[in-house]
C-alpha cells in the first residue's frame, strides 16, 4: 500500500505548468513537497495566500505565515497575501484549475463527505464546500479504508454531503481511480496491492479497467 507521501507523489504527476492549485488539508498538503522541477504552479490557501511554497525546514519556521490548516508553510518569490474574502473570489469566479481534497467518505455517484462527523463537534465547513462548486478538477487523496477497516469509497455518502456528483478521481493508498456511470474504475493499482485486496476493500460498485496499469511512484 502507498503512504501519504506516495499518495501525494502521485498527484503531483497530474499537475500541469501555469496551474493554480489548492491543496485541502491532510494528504493533499503534501503534494507541495513535489513538483516537479522546473514546473511553475502557484499554490493557493483559502486564508489568502497565493504562490505557496513547500513545508519549511525548522530554521525557516515562520510561526504567523499559515496555511488554512493552520500548519507553517513557505512562500515562493512573488508570492502574495490578501484577505480571505479575496482568496474565495477567485475560488468561486473560477479561476482555480486543480483543487485537491481529503475526504472522510466518496460515493460511486461521485458524491463527498469531508466535513462534519454527526456528534462531533467542528468549527465550521471550513471552504470545502465552495472549492466542490468552483473547480471542475477534483482530486480526493485519502486512505482507501477508515481507523476501522471500513471501506470509504462507498455505494452512497452516509455522513453530511460536501458536494454532489463532484468528484471524477480518487487517489487512496490502494490506487487510482475515476468516477464514471455510477461506478468507481480502477485506472492504476499500488505496487504490491491485488485486484482482489481492492475488491475487498471497495463498498462502492468497482470496474477494473481493461488497461489496469500498476502506478509509477518515484
Known sequence: MLTKDQIAKRIAQELQDG???????????????YIPDGMHVELQ???????????PKEEEIDADLINAGKQTVTMRPGA????????????????????????????????IANWKIPGKMVKGMGGAMDLV???DNIIVAM???????E?????RCTLPLTGINCIRRVITDLGMFSIEGGA??????????SVDDVKKATAGKLIVSPVL?????D
Open 184 to 193: 468507481f474504475i480502477l485506472e492504476e493499482i499500488a505496487p504490491g496491492v
Open 80 to 111: 502574495s497575501l490578501f484577505s480571505s474574502s479575496d482568496s474565495f473570489a477567485m475560488i468561486r469566479g473560477g479561476h482555480v484549475q486543480l483543487t485537491v481534497l481529503g475526504a472522510m467518505e466518496v460515493s460511486e455517484n461521485g458524491d
Open 213 to 217: 496499469k500498476t502506478m509509477l511512484i
Open 151 to 155: 471501506s470509504k469509497l462507498l455505494d
Open 133 to 135: 462548486a468552483g473547480t
Open 45 to 55: 490557501s483559502e486564508n489568502g495566500l497565493l504562490g505557496m511554497g513547500p513545508f
Open 143 to 149: 486512505m482507501h479504508t477508515n481507523r476501522a477497516g
Open 19 to 33: 496551474w493554480y492549485v489548492n491543496l485541502g488539508i491532510g494528504i493533499p498538503t503534501l503534494v507541495a513537497n
